[in-house]
Nanobody
Framework: QVQLVESGGGSGQSGGSLRLFCAAS????????MGWFRQAPGKEREGVAF???????SYADSVKGRFTISQDNAKNTLTLKMNSLKSEDTAMYYC???????????????????????WGQGTQVTVSS
C-alpha cells in the first residue's frame, strides 16, 4: 500500500523560506515519478515541481529559480525547498507519486497530473506580506 504523508507546511513571510516534506512508503524509489502540486482557493490545481526516474527536474514558471525539488532515496523522502516566498504561493500543497514511471519531468509538468495514482493529504502553506 503506497502512502504519502506531507509535512512542513505552515506560515511564512514574504521573501522567506519554507520546506515541505513528503514521506513515502509502500514502494521503492526506482523508476518512480514524483511531484508537488498546489491548489489555492478558487483556483485550479497547478503542477509546481517534478522529478523523474532519471533525476531530472522541471518547475512551473511561477516558481522557477525559487523552489527546488529533491529526493532522498535512502529516507524515501521528497522535499520541496521554497525560497523567496510570495503571497501567491499561498495554497494547499500536495505530494504525488507514480511507481514504475518512465515519463520525463518536462512531460510531467505539462501533462502529468492524470498519471499520478497516489496523492498525499496535503499541507497548507500561507505566505503573508
Amino acid at each position: 500500500q503506497v502512502q504519502l504523508v506531507e509535512s512542513g507546511g505552515g506560515s511564512g513571510q514574504s521573501g522567506g523560506s519554507l520546506r515541505l516534506f513528503c514521506a513515502a512508503s509502500g514502494f521503492t524509489y526506482s523508476y518512480n515519478c514524483m511531484g508537488w502540486f498546489r491548489q489555492a482557493p478558487g483556483k485550479e490545481r497547478e503542477g509546481v515541481a517534478f522529478i523523474d526516474s532519471y533525476g531530472s527536474t522541471s518547475y512551473a514558471d511561477s516558481v522557477k529559480g525559487r523552489f527546488t525539488i529533491s529526493q532522498d532515496n535512502a529516507k524515501n523522502t521528497l522535499t520541496l525547498k521554497m525560497n523567496s516566498l510570495k503571497s501567491e504561493d499561498t495554497a494547499m500543497y500536495y505530494c504525488a507519486a507514480e511507481p514504475k514511471c518512465t515519463a520525463r519531468s518536462g512531460w510531467l509538468l505539462l501533462h502529468g497530473a492524470p498519471l499520478f495514482g497516489y496523492w498525499g493529504q496535503g499541507t497548507q502553506v500561507t505566505v503573508s506580506s
